[in-house]
Every structure is written in C-alpha cells, then in structure tokens.
C-alpha cells in the first residue's frame, strides 16, 4: 500500500570529507493517510534530521523522499514549498509570538497562505482554539496561558489550514504528565476526525498509547 510519506534508502550526512559525519542511513519507512506514528530513539539519534528532511525544511540528496507524491530528494524550493503548505508543524517549544494574543497566532498561520478575509481567518481561528478547550482564552497572550494552554494554541495554529500532514517534534518535553496527555489527546482526535498523518518525534514513553504505530530511529537506523 503506497502512503502519503515514503522513504527508501535515505541518507544523509552533515559536513565533508573527514568531518563528515552520517546521520542517517538508509532509513526506508511509510505512513499512510491518518496514521499516527512516533519515532523514539536516543538524542542525536537522527530524529530531528529525519522530521525536517520530510517537511521540506531540509534538503537531502540521497534515497528517494516522496511525499505527498513529490520527489524531496533534490528538489528545488518550489516543491518544498509546496509540501509546507500541506503540513503543519508542532515544536517542543510551542514559538508563539508574545505580543500577539492566542486568536492572532492561530491566524496568522493562515493569512501567511490563504486568500481569506480577516473575519473568516478569525471566524475558522476561533473555531480551532476552541476545538482545543482555549474558546474562553482567544484574547490571551503566551504570557497569560500556561505551558499546556501555549502547547495546545501551536495544535490549534499547525491545523487551522487543515494540512493533510502534521510534524510534531517533542511536543510534550517541557510539559508535566498530565499537561502532555491531554496536548496530544486532542491532537489525535482532531486529526482523526479530519484524516490528518501525524509523525511525532518523542522521548516521551508516556504517550505511546496514542499511536498506530511505533518506530525507533537508533544510530539513523530504524529499528521497528
């Protein structure tokens, strides 16, 4: 069955020659319309490299990478972009923009690729703020919402232009336990609901529960 990511053979090094040094090695996987997969492994396990290399963030030169039927492997910046504008990105720092409220960093996700008037960017922003239990928060800042709330306003914002793709990179590392559960709860049901793939990249094993599958990235080898 042929997925909405798929990997063969790919590597990937940083530096050259004697300092060259292999990341990742040929690392072959597919995820398929909404699953839901977590890669595990070890810092510098290549995890990050291999979540960046799929959102057209970073260029790779070797294997072939398609996604969402474009070839990454070599390609130029048009289909790169092309890629981020299907795929919503989550990071383990949530990089809300402190002057802005909750409403307007959601928005701004969309204005920055969608023809929308400023009231239906509010209108669908609200919607998704409230989708992930922050309906009475959409007027705070960063400032005023707590670690949790700020993890939930960056889902809110990676899937208010619907992408058919969603990176996650340790999104509960610097979330307590509870916090964490429910941050990625209601990323699963929401993208669930809307058919979204989800790659999640954690050393978090307390949220395995939430995936189809598991994977282990070790030595920028997955070992299943």
Excluded: W
Excluded at 132 to 148: F, T
Excluded at 168 to 184: C, F, H, N, W, Y
Excluded at 190 to 195: C, D, I, R
Aim: glycine share 8%; aromatic share 4%; with cysteine.
């Amino acid at each position: 069955m042929t997925g909405l990511i798929n990997v063969r053979n790919l590597d990937f090094s940083f530096g050259r020659g004697e300092l060259e040094q292999s990341v990742l090695k040929k690392v072959s996987i597919s995820i398929h319309r909404s699953e839901i997969v977590l890669m595990t492994g070890p810092s510098g396990s290549g995890k990050t490299t291999f979540l960046t290399i799929i959102g057209g963030l970073r260029q790779a030169v070797k294997g072939s990478v398609k996604v969402l039927d474009q070839q990454l492997i070599n390609s130029d910046e048009q289909v790169k972009v092309a890629i981020r504008r299907q795929t919503g990105y989550i990071f383990q720092q949530h990089n809300l923009l402190k002057s802005l409220t909750a409403l307007q960093n959601v928005s701004m996700a969309i204005e920055l690729f969608d023809g929308m008037s400023e009231e239906e960017r509010n209108e669908r922003s609200a919607d998704m703020l409230n989708s992930v239990g922050l309906g009475d928060r959409i007027n705070y800042k960063p400032a005023q919402l707590s670690g949790g709330q700020c993890q939930r306003v960056s889902i809110a914002r990676a899937l208010v232009r619907k992408p058919k793709i969603v990176l996650a990179d340790e999104p509960t590392a610097s979330l307590d336990k509870q916090s964490g559960q429910e941050a990625v709860s209601i990323l699963k049901q929401l993208a669930k609901e809307s058919g979204t793939t989800i790659l999640l990249v954690t050393h978090d094993y307390r949220i395995l529960d939430i995936a189809d599958r598991v994977v282990e990235l070790e030595d920028g080898v997955i070992k299943t």
